[in-house]
């Protein structure tokens, strides 16, 4: 099993930055796939951008370009580095733990992003 938790929201103005930051506790880091998902009010979790043991990465769409993952596996930590922020990023962020051979995921609580002048 592994552990997570979520640190670095908060309240930015549009154009800003955040870092948000997972510390991972409990288990072998570099088995799992690490990730950071999000969910808006009214609607349903969705793909930030995840990387793997080896530094490979995918992101949504929405946020490429902005938004950079990037992993410690000695820390056994993940961060995003989120930049040119727009209110339409305002979300609970979580951040993922995926078990590359069982499948299994494991969730952080999630921290709070608002994007607002």
């Known amino acids: 099993q592994v552990q997570l938790v979520e640190s670095g929201g908060g309240l930015v103005q549009p154009g800003g930055s955040l870092r948000l930051s997972c510390a991972a506790s409990g288990s072998i880091f570099s088995i799992y796939r690490m990730g950071w998902y999000r969910q808006a009010p009214g609607k349903q979790r969705e793909l930030v951008a995840t990387?793997?043991?080896?530094?490979?990465?995918n992101y949504a769409d929405s946020v490429k370009g902005r938004f950079t993952i990037s992993r410690d596996n000695a820390k056994k930590s993940v961060d995003v580095q989120m930049n040119s922020l727009k209110p339409e990023d305002t979300a609970v962020y979580y951040c993922?733990?995926?078990?590359?051979?069982?499948?299994?995921?494991?969730w952080g609580r999630g921290t709070q992003v608002t994007v607002s002048s």
């Open positions: 993922n733990a995926h078990h590359v051979l069982s499948t299994k995921d494991y």
């Open positions: 990387i793997t043991s080896g530094g490979s990465t």
